[in-house]
C-alpha cells in the first residue's frame, strides 16, 4: 500500500527536513522528483507504490521563507474539492506542507494534467472524522499511520476549489 505522500515512503514531503544526513536528504528530494516529473509525463499517473492510488501535487509557499514547494500527495474527492492528509507516515510531527498551507491557504494542486486553484482550511470535527474515516477504510496504511503516531489528531487539509 502507499504512503500519503511521495516523500513518507522515505519519511518527508518535498520540502525534505527528516533525514538524518545530507545524503539522506538529496535522496527523497531526487524521488519526489522523479514522481512529480512522472506525474506531470502521464497526466497525473504514476507506477510503483503509488500505482492506482489517487495522486495530487500540491503547490505551497513557504511559511518563512515564500519559497515554492511542490509536494505529491494522496487525496479524497470531496463534494468541494480535494482532502489531503498530514499523517506523515504516522510521524510524532506535523509535515512541514502543512505548516505552510496553514500560513498561505490560497494555492494550487496538480490533479491529473488540470492546475486547480484552491483555498486550505483544515478540517474540524463531523467533517474531519467523517473523511478521515473514509479515508481509513479505503486505504488502511492511514489507520496505521494512526495507531504510529502520538499526536491527538491526524490533520485533514480541506483544499476548496475557488
Known amino acids: ?5 511521495v516523500g513518507e515512503h522515505a519519511g518527508e514531503s518535498s520540502d525534505i527536513r527528516w533525514g538524518t544526513t545530507e545524503e539522506e536528504q538529496h535522496t527523497v528530494s531526487d524521488w519526489n522528483t522523479q514522481i512529480i516529473d512522472e ?11 503509488f500505482e492506482g492510488a489517487p495522486l495530487l501535487l500540491l503547490h505551497h ?3 518563512r521563507t515564500g519559497t515554492e514547494r511542490v509536494t505529491p500527495l494522496m487525496y479524497q474527492a470531496t463534494p468541494s474539492g480535494y482532502a489531503v492528509f498530514a499523517s506523515k507516515a504516522g510521524a510524532d510531527t506535523n509535515p512541514d506542507w502543512l505548516h505552510n498551507v496553514v500560513a498561505n491557504p490560497a494555492t494550487t494542486v496538480e490533479v491529473g494534467a488540470d492546475s486547480v486553484g484552491v483555498s486550505a482550511r483544515i478540517a474540524e470535527g ?7 474515516s473514509r479515508q481509513k477504510t479505503e486505504w488502511p496504511q492511514f489507520a496505521e499511520y494512526e495507531q504510529k503516531t502520538t499526536r491527538d489528531v491526524i490533520p485533514v487539509v480541506v483544499l476548496e476549489r475557488g
Not at 126 to 132: L, N, T, V
Open 1 to 5: 500500500m502507499p504512503p500519503t505522500s
Open 39 to 49: 506525474f506531470r509525463a502521464n497526466d497525473g499517473k504514476v507506477g510503483g507504490v
Open 61 to 63: 509557499a513557504g511559511a
Open 126 to 132: 463531523h467533517e474531519h472524522d467523517d473523511i478521515w
